[in-house]
């Protein structure tokens, strides 16, 4: 099992930034990836970003240059810095883990955290 704790959202006007943080704890022995995905509202859930362990990093075309996705080992902790917010970056954020164990995949979900991009 894997449990993620996403931080960070809020209320922020057009132009500001956020950073969110995704902390893992449990069986994070069996994490391949992680990465941020997004849902507004009547929208469907839409991944925002990635990091793989040891691969490159990869974001939705609507955030490229304005997110970037990071990580921190020690902490056990993924980042999401983002900047240059707009209206439309308004969503429920939640933070995923990809994991392998004895050869069967498990995907985790964080409980989401609130961005809202309004003056």
């Known amino acids: 099992q894997v449990q993620l704790v996403e931080s960070g959202g809020g209320l922020v006007q057009p132009g500001g930034s956020l950073r969110l943080s995704c902390a893992a704890s449990g069986s994070i022995f069996s994490i391949f990836a992680m990465g941020w995905y997004r849902q507004a509202p009547e929208k469907q859930r839409e991944l925002v970003a990635a990091i793989p362990n040891g691969g490159s990093t990869n974001y939705a075309d609507s955030v490229k240059g304005r997110f970037t996705i990071s990580r921190d080992n020690a902490k056990n902790t993924v980042y999401l810095q983002m900047n240059s917010l707009k209206p439309e970056d308004t969503a429920v954020y939640y933070c995923?883990?990809?994991?392998?164990?004895?050869?069967?995949?498990?995907?985790?979900w964080g409980q989401g955290t609130q961005v809202t991009v309004s003056s």
């Open positions: 995923h883990a990809d994991s392998i164990w004895g050869g069967n995949y498990t995907g985790y």
